[in-house]
């Protein structure tokens, strides 16, 4: 069962990763970093202290523990533990693919940490502001940055789909801690 969910990985990985082009190999590394995303972010943390007012700084906080959470888990628990070799280091593929610049990351891939970062981030959030239009923004933000890692040849799709469960359960549980505590606080002066 697990070879052929590999071998539908693979296969999948291949179709997603074939469609490149010039431009979009200018723009995909873009996506893949966060600079890029500031302006989203800025505006992210805007929306957080228009609505939590002197309680933003310990929402902040939360985001700040969610990041680092799915980052050492999709490490630690996962990389390190499944040694998944990403698409750009796999020795039966790697000769298929198409790279944009440098290979990504370390040798493992399984689970992707841009994913379960961007989708921590964007789970928390959305529960956080509770606007249509902004968990539509937020998702879209993190499905992009997901995808470019596969467009990148750093990620088979399997690695990105764990990630983003992984980063939606740590967003979702961070969330719901941050709102334990926050609603232990003095209440904001507005």
């Known amino acids: 069962m697990f070879e052929l969910l590999n071998n539908l990985d693979i296969k999948l990985f ?12 200018t723009l995909m590394p873009y996506f893949s970093r966060m600079v890029v995303w500031l302006p989203l972010h800025l505006f992210t943390v805007y929306l957080i202290f228009r609505k939590f007012h002197w309680k933003g700084f310990w929402v902040l906080l939360f985001i700040a523990v969610c990041v680092t959470l799915t980052d050492m888990l999709s490490f630690h628990a996962f990389k390190e533990v499944f040694h998944r070799l990403r698409p750009c280091y796999d020795p039966s593929i790697s000769h298929l693919i198409h790279t ?9 891939g399984f689970v992707s940490s841009h994913a379960a970062n961007v989708f921590g981030v964007a789970m928390f959030t959305s529960f956080l502001l509770k606007k249509k239009w902004f968990t539509t923004i937020i998702f879209f933000w993190a499905f992009l940055v997901s995808y470019s890692r596969i467009y990148l040849g750093a990620h088979f799709p399997g690695d990105i789909v764990g990630g ?22 003095p209440p904001s002066k507005k």
């Open 14 to 25: 291949l179709s997603l990763n074939g469609f490149h082009c010039p431009f979009g190999d």
């Open 164 to 185: 983003a469960f992984l980063g939606m359960l740590v967003g979702w549980t961070v969330y719901w801690l941050q709102k334990i505590l926050i609603d232990q606080l």
């Open 100 to 108: 944009v610049g440098k290979k990504g990351g370390g040798l493992y």
